[in-house]
């Protein structure tokens, strides 16, 4: 039997060739190619005149992906945000008509930071991210590291960068080194919902994630990076009588400690979030809810990138793909350094700020941690209409969701329930989450879910973090962030780097880990996952 070969759709060719010899074609064909990743521009906007050319007839019926004769929907454009570019092979190059579109289009970015669309192929941790900042100056070090350092922190996540960055920034304290096995921020830092909040359930934790909520809002102006940070507040939604009081008193407890959070009822609720269905599917009634004013959000890999460049311009090394295979001990059993392929680095002192196996370093320190690792897993669906404000979370539902500047839902619950490395999604997950969030939000069911992922948490037993030294001289830690690290990256790293450089942090000294042996646990369950 003869084989035929499918005729090829133009659309599938190179772009450069395809336009090679029609160039009369070239100015008028940009909106027709969606796939290429182009900037188009909105109507009224530049659009160019309808043409009469056969080709140009059979792209617009069809096209894209979607069988013939059935028109490509318009793409959802978010205002101030680009759409990635392909990191694979292929050509990836813009006209001056598409510049200046874009420029009409997307107007004055914020803070002046310009940004751009990947060219061509990227390695590392930007093949991973939708944005790329393209004034980022990351002055990373040639050769290996230096054989002494002052500190040595492990993880080049936000932590252990933020750490690094306030040492040398607030302290001068500059001969740091940050170690990380892969890129910067590929770990629990490149895989959270990036929610900034600081409605807690005990005052010591109000305290330090309202430091850490105001220092998220300064961040942009004193790193000059833009994060991409936006207030929207978080609706914390009570289903039962029971949980409205809970949430009753902790709008109280919150506003004392200096959280500003409210109680409110259904019509308020109703009005600050019309696509919530108030009667719960007639099964899930929303009684009231705690209003927390300035929860927010920001973009992960954006807060990284701020840290690593404050670090690396003020003297600080940070070197990627440099795993830590074991500490150096002196005779005392004092941590004196880190094991690497590279070879040993003498430290005076260590930081563990690792995500997710922090057990196995502080078990090379001889150090037992009250620490269970979880994983914690989350998605988003296609884009949405940009009219979903706040961030809402559900007590008894278990379940949140957000809506990320791409317009897409973000959805997520809480850690699983047994104790796990594994980073990879669960259909029954996806299958609970979903009809969760469907129940209380009827729109969700049109959308598709476009990708998910899942980090891995250390969760102590009391729910609160670990932080400062150990009982193993020269060794420090900053872990069991569970669920809610990254919203407390910027008062950890500013706190820590204090303690280390003055002797004295009043806001993280509750959370020692000598706290379990003085019996003065930090018990806040409302800090694991939604709860």
Request: hydrophobic fraction near 35%; charged fraction near 20%.
């Amino acid at each position: 039997m003869a084989h035929h070969r499918r005729a090829r759709c133009p659309r599938r060719r190179p772009l450069a060739r395809w336009l090679r010899g029609r160039a009369h074609l070239a100015r008028r064909c940009v909106r027709h190619l969606p796939h290429c990743g182009r900037v188009h521009a909105p109507d009224g906007a530049g659009r160019p005149p309808r043409h009469r050319h056969p080709r140009a007839r059979l792209r617009r019926s069809h096209g894209g992906c979607g069988p013939r004769g059935v028109a490509r929907p318009a793409p959802h454009r978010v205002a101030g945000a680009q759409r990635p570019a392909r990191a694979g092979p292929g050509p990836d190059r813009r006209c001056a008509s598409e510049v200046g579109a874009a420029r009409r289009w997307f107007g004055a970015v914020p803070g002046g930071v310009r940004r751009e669309a990947r060219v061509g192929r990227t390695v590392g941790g930007t093949a991973v991210n939708e944005f790329v900042e393209t004034l980022l100056d990351l002055p990373w070090q040639v050769g290996d590291p230096k054989p002494v350092y002052d500190v040595v922190i492990i993880g080049g996540g936000g932590h252990g960068l933020a750490t690094a960055y306030y040492l040398a920034t607030r302290h001068g304290i500059t001969n740091v080194c940050v170690l990380d096995a892969n890129f910067i921020g590929s770990g629990n830092s490149g895989r959270n919902t990036t929610i900034i909040r600081s409605n807690y359930g005990i005052p010591e934790s109000v305290h330090f994630y309202q430091r850490s909520l105001e220092m998220y809002q300064q961040l942009e102006d004193e790193t000059g990076c833009w994060i991409m940070h936006t207030t929207k507040g978080q609706i914390w939604t009570a289903h039962s009588v029971m949980t409205a009081r809970t949430e009753q008193t902790r709008a109280l407890m919150n506003a004392a400690c200096g959280a500003k959070t409210d109680y409110i009822g259904p019509d308020e609720i109703k009005r600050l979030c019309p696509q919530m269905d108030i009667t719960g599917g007639g099964r899930y009634p929303v009684h009231g809810a705690s209003y927390h004013h300035e929860g927010a959000t920001a973009r992960h890999d954006r807060v990284v990138w701020a840290y690593a460049q404050g670090a690396l311009r003020h003297g600080a090394h940070v070197f990627q793909h440099t795993p830590v295979t074991g500490l150096t001990r002196g005779a005392d059993g004092r941590v004196t350094g880190v094991v690497t392929p590279k070879g040993n680095i003498a430290a005076g002192t260590v930081i563990s700020a690792v995500g997710g196996h922090v057990s196995t370093v502080a078990g090379w320190a001889d150090v037992r941690l009250p620490i269970r690792t979880h994983a914690l897993q989350a998605f988003v669906t296609n884009a949405y209409a940009q009219e979903f404000a706040p961030i809402v979370s559900s007590n008894d539902l278990v379940f949140y969701v957000s809506q990320t500047p791409r317009g897409q839902m973000l959805i997520g619950a809480e850690y699983d329930r047994f104790a796990s490395y594994r980073q990879t999604t669960t259909f029954s997950y996806l299958q609970a989450c979903s009809k969760k969030a469907v129940t209380m939000f009827p729109f969700l069911g049109k959308l598709r879910i476009l990708r998910s992922w899942t980090g891995i948490c250390d969760v102590s037993t009391d729910f609160s973090p670990i932080l400062g030294p150990t009982t193993t001289d020269g060794f420090w830690l900053s872990t069991g962030w569970g669920t809610w690290g990254f919203k407390a990256i910027p008062a950890a790293g500013s706190q820590l780097a204090q303690l280390l450089a003055t002797g004295s942090a009043p806001l993280i000294e509750p959370f020692g880990l000598d706290r379990f042996a003085r019996e003065a646990a930090m018990a806040d369950p409302s800090s694991a996952g939604t709860r």
